[in-house]
């Protein structure tokens, strides 16, 4: 199901832990796709995101952490395109620029939550790529 970049905002800012939530990202221009499995979990006083690309059928390999629009894998920068393109995304949500990330970029998900990732079972759902509980709650 296609869906506005603008879903990842919740996915990297909600105030909970995210169970990894799974999507695409497919350019627009290089046609070049990648599928990710995002995480949010709390140490001590802060949030950390967590990213994961797929390296073959819903088998993900750790990139690293999300800083700034980088990934860090114990405290060094990781330079893969994968990696760099996420960093790219995630920078260009933080500073809420979603139409621009949705005129270069295509994104699906797999019919599961973006927040909790409990499969969606309306049609609001879906299109929105959140359930009603995680929407609500937001």
Do not use: Q
Not at 126 to 133: A, D, Q
């Amino acid at each position: 199901m296609l869906i506005s970049t603008k879903v990842l905002e919740n996915v990297i800012t909600r105030e909970k832990r995210n169970n990894g939530a799974i999507f695409t990202i497919k350019s627009l221009k290089t046609d070049k796709d990648y599928t990710y499995r995002i995480s949010r979990k709390k140490f001590g006083e802060k949030w950390f995101t967590f990213v994961r690309v797929e390296k073959g059928y819903l088998n993900f390999t750790y990139l690293g952490s999300y800083f700034k629009g980088n990934l860090y894998n114990k405290r060094n920068k990781v330079e893969t395109p994968a990696a760099k393109a996420i960093g790219f995304v995630l920078d260009f949500v933080e500073k809420k620029k979603f139409d621009f990330l949705d005129e270069k970029m295509e994104m699906t998900h797999e019919g599961a939550c973006l927040v909790c990732g409990k499969t969606l079972t309306d049609a609001t759902s879906i299109e929105r790529g959140i359930g009603p509980v995680c929407y609500g709650a937001h």
